[in-house]
């Protein structure tokens, strides 16, 4: 996710930065901290509605969220390795004014992390997976309009009904497939779906594994629709690749798992 410096022609869209304070805030960074403040928030609830106590559990999953970040640049700068060598400047790695985070590799550090978390604050990791499972549902869309707004993850070009005139980083505002949009309709309808079933007496880390499995399968189908995705070996979707094993292996642990109960 790179975010350049505005042009003119982006302001004519959605915004790419707030003001704060008398600051610019690039519109990303600022849905990515809604979201990890409504993910926890709704994370706490759902503790709290199953008995425990919300404050723990929040701070569980607030912690594993912030941790998640580290993941989400290290995935990043991995699968653009090529490009930060060529700069030849250490400092590149971390710098985050240019954007550069992916979903796919919070999970490197948000699981480690939270099994962590759900010992301190004595709680099973399955059980503290499903609760924030429900927090990823919702944080999710938040970061999603992020994407919107800032014009990361921008849709390829299109003429068709479903087009929508939208500007990328670099501030070209076209008509394209609204796939950020998709994928917030898709993190909605998730949620939707997990919560008609909760609770409903499926073992503990169920709620978790189908989060992880309706994610991976929504961004396998939604990831060609992008203009500009992450390539390795000059022709390989990483992300495209990435969604499908967490789709297969997240799906395949939950029928395991429901099945053995």
Known sequence: MSA??????????FPRFFVFAGRRVNSYK???????????????????????????????????????LIGARVYHVLVHAPT??????????WDGAAGGLSVFGALLTFVPISFAAAA???????????????GVLVGGFWI???????????GRETDTLFGVR???????????????FLEMAWWFLGFLCIATLWP??????????AVLAWYGAGRFVLE??????????????????????????????LVFLVWRS
Do not use: W
């Not at 930060?84 to 790695?93: F, H, R, V």
């Open 4 to 13: 350049p410096q505005a042009t003119p022609a982006a302001m004519i869209g």
């Open 30 to 68: 600022a849905f990515l901290a809604v979201g990890i403040c409504t993910g926890t928030l709704s994370t706490a609830a759902v503790a709290d509605a199953s008995g425990l106590s919300p404050l723990r559990v929040g701070l569980a999953a607030m912690v594993s969220a912030l941790a998640g």
């Open 84 to 93: 930060y060598l060529k700069a030849g400047s250490p400092g590149a790695l």
């Open 120 to 134: 301190v604050v004595g709680i099973p990791f399955a059980a503290l997976c499903d609760y924030m499972g429900i």
């Open 144 to 154: 999603r309009l992020g994407c919107a707004f800032n014009g990361c993850c921008a």
């Open 166 to 180: 939208l500007h990328d980083t670099l501030g070209v505002r076209k008509r394209r497939l609204p796939v950020q």
């Open 200 to 209: 409903k007496g499926f073992p503990p880390g169920s709620y978790a594994l």
């Open 224 to 253: 060609p629709l992008r203009e500009r995705p992450d390539v390795i070996c000059g022709r390989v979707r990483i992300n495209q690749l990435v969604a499908a094993l967490i789709a297969l292996c997240a799906g395949s642990a």
